[in-house]
């Protein structure tokens, strides 16, 4: 009852998302949530690149001749379309016509690399020597910064993913926003920004394009900077982002690195946004849900960063595709300090718990997970607490340490300002055998 096919030349999973009611896996594997090759293309011999491109099908008990022929004839009409060179139309379409999320398999910032198979490569880059560098490649910081004066030095970031999000325009505006907050995450001021699209000229039309640059011309506007260019290719799958070019005084730059005892840990906005992306993907959202989760992601942290400048801040970072654990790791290892975190005060998205119940978890934040977890002494956490704190964001909020007599303050002062869930999550300790206690 089943039949492996090779398309040559177009990817299993990008085949696959358009042909979202056909009973189907990529590379021949045994369940359609599973991405590797089957032991059985294996012990053919089929190269890992074959097998990416090899699809299993499956019949029911039930399918009748006419199905299957349906089934048939609409596979061999979306690999011609996959497959023809013709020059793609602009035709103007309707955003309820498109649902981006459709079109690749993977979502938002959860498509990152697994932070251990990234850490072996960076770790195998050096940068020459250079006194005016004063963040790069080794540092795990949120973005490049390069003195050029006393007074002066470029901070610069590019962040790019596939839609999270079925609306082009939202999807253009996220991706913007996520860019950015590198920027302000470093106590930076962005000058401009640069697009970068990849783009699938055979599967959607070009007005999708326009519209995912317009979102993210949107959002520019609100920094107020601009979007002087970019560069563009073809792939299979959308994909887009910024390069964002900002200013920064070398003595006041945010780094990770700089956490004390003693200090609190604040989080600007709520986590679960992968998960909540991914039940987007499988509609399994209300339309309240799916407007709650968009404004979260389009919310600057420009406003929160203009307040923690103001105070004497020891470590910042924000929240994204390694989860909120990943990311205080990164604040701990480089400030050579542990935490402990307060379980009830962590700001999560309501409805998170009841969709892992439902088994609506995407690989990244699983990948996040079995990284982070020999570090964290989970006392009484649930899994699927353990998953919302491990969970793959994008365009995420905030995550800062200072000394404590100033929390109440300055949390105080960014729910005025709009992240209403701005939160004191946990506190810097020395005296602890774990990197990461929750309570």
């Known amino acids: 009852n089943t039949l492996n096919i090779q398309f ?33 293309l294996k012990a053919m011999g089929l190269s890992d690149q074959d097998a990416t491109q090899c699809i299993r099908f499956s019949l029911g008990r039930t399918n009748t001749q006419k199905e299957i022929k349906i089934a048939a004839e609409k596979i061999i009409k979306t690999v011609k379309k996959l497959s023809k060179s013709d020059e793609p139309q602009y035709r103007p379409v309707q955003h309820k016509d498109i649902k981006l999320t459709q079109y690749t398999h993977g979502l938002g910032c959860a498509c990152k690399l697994k932070p251990d198979n990234l850490e072996k490569i960076i770790n195998n ?24 004066s006393k007074e002066q030095a470029i901070v610069a970031t590019l962040d790019f993913f596939t839609p999270i999000v079925d609306d082009p325009f939202d999807f253009g505006r996220i991706a913007a926003a996520n860019a950015l907050s590198d920027i302000y995450a470093m106590g930076g001021q962005p000058l401009f920004g640069l697009n970068i699209a990849a783009f699938p000229e055979n599967r959607l039309p070009l007005s999708v394009l326009n519209s995912i640059m317009e979102g993210a011309n949107n959002i520019a506007q609100k920094a107020e900077i601009s979007i002087l260019g970019g560069h563009t290719i073809e792939d299979n799958e959308p994909k887009f982002g910024l390069v964002v070019i900002g200013l920064i005084n070398p003595d006041k730059v945010l780094k990770n690195k700089g956490a004390q005892t003693g200090d609190a840990i604040i989080l600007t906005k709520p986590i679960g946004l992968g998960i909540q992306t991914t039940a987007l993907k499988r509609e399994l959202l209300t339309q309240n849900q799916e407007k709650r989760i968009i404004e979260i992601m389009t919310r600057l942290n420009r406003g929160a960063s203009q307040i923690i400048a103001d105070y004497p801040v020891n470590a910042c970072t924000d929240v994204t595709g390694f989860g909120l654990l990943g990311h205080l790791q990164e604040i701990l290892t480089a400030s050579n300090v542990k935490a402990e975190l307060f379980l009830d005060k962590i700001p999560v998205i309501s409805n998170t718990r009841s969709l892992i119940r439902q088994k609506v978890v995407p690989g990244g934040t699983k990948s996040n997970l079995k990284y982070i977890d020999k570090n964290v002494h989970w006392r009484s956490v649930t899994d699927s607490d353990k998953l919302v704190l491990c969970d793959s964001q994008t365009s995420g909020g905030l995550l800062f340490t200072l000394p404590e007599e100033f929390a109440d303050e300055i949390v105080n002062k960014l729910r005025a300002n709009g992240d209403n869930e701005a939160a004191i999550i946990g506190k810097i300790v020395s005296n602890s055998d774990d990197l990461i206690n929750i309570n």
């Not at 009973?23 to 021949?28: D, E, H, L, N, R």
């Not at 004063?134 to 490049?144: H, K, P």
């Open 8 to 40: 040559t030349g177009i990817d299993a999973n990008t085949l696959l998302s358009e042909l979202q009611e056909i009973a189907a896996s990529a590379g021949a594997a045994c369940h359609a949530d599973d991405v590797n090759p089957s032991h059985v």
């Open 125 to 148: 880059i050096k940068n020459l020597p250079d006194p005016n560098i004063i963040t790069g490649i080794m540092d795990s910081e949120d973005a490049a910064i390069y003195k050029i």
